[in-house]
């Protein structure tokens, strides 16, 4: 899997392939996978699930300006994702995003807008499905994503308005 750290024995391809003549077709498979190495899809989605947490307690709270900056930043953190386009498992990530989880994110700042807790709590945990869906289809079906036990941020009142 293209995504997955294997230090020892990735640099020792590396070192390999180093020496490879430039025009070889062992050098242009190197570069694919680096590029792919280079976006670091894990440190994205790490910044991804924290601010899918945030989302959580500022809706709960009616929050609509927090709610909509850290969806806000959660589509920009798939735009810079956007030129590498990563694909896991055969899943184009970025055509994932803005097929399914992006336009349910709209639906999360609708019901904000609207004051509508139940529907922002349904709408928030089909979205949560739409992750650990992904996370099955690429073989990472062991990171569930679930709402979240506290809120990541320790300083940041998310129900400040
Ligand atoms: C299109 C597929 C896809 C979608 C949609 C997706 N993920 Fe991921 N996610 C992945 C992959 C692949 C990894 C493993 C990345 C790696 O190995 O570098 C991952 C890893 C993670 C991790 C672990 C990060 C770490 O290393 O600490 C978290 C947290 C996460 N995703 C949260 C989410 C949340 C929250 C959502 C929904 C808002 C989501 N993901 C939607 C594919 C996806």
Redesign the pocket.
Known sequence: MG??RAPASEEKAEATEAVVEPGDEAEEEHDEDHAHDEV???AH??E??RR?SAVWYAGEAGNKAMVDYQIHEIEEVIEELREARPV?EG?D?VD??ERS?LPSLERIEEAVEAGDTATFEREYDA?IT??NA??TA?K?AF?E?GRPAFNPYANVKMDAK
């Open positions: 995504c997955e670091h899809l894990g989605m790490f991804i699930g899918y896991e899943v990530v994932y995003f989880v979205v739409q992750c992904c996370h690429t990472h990171i994503i």
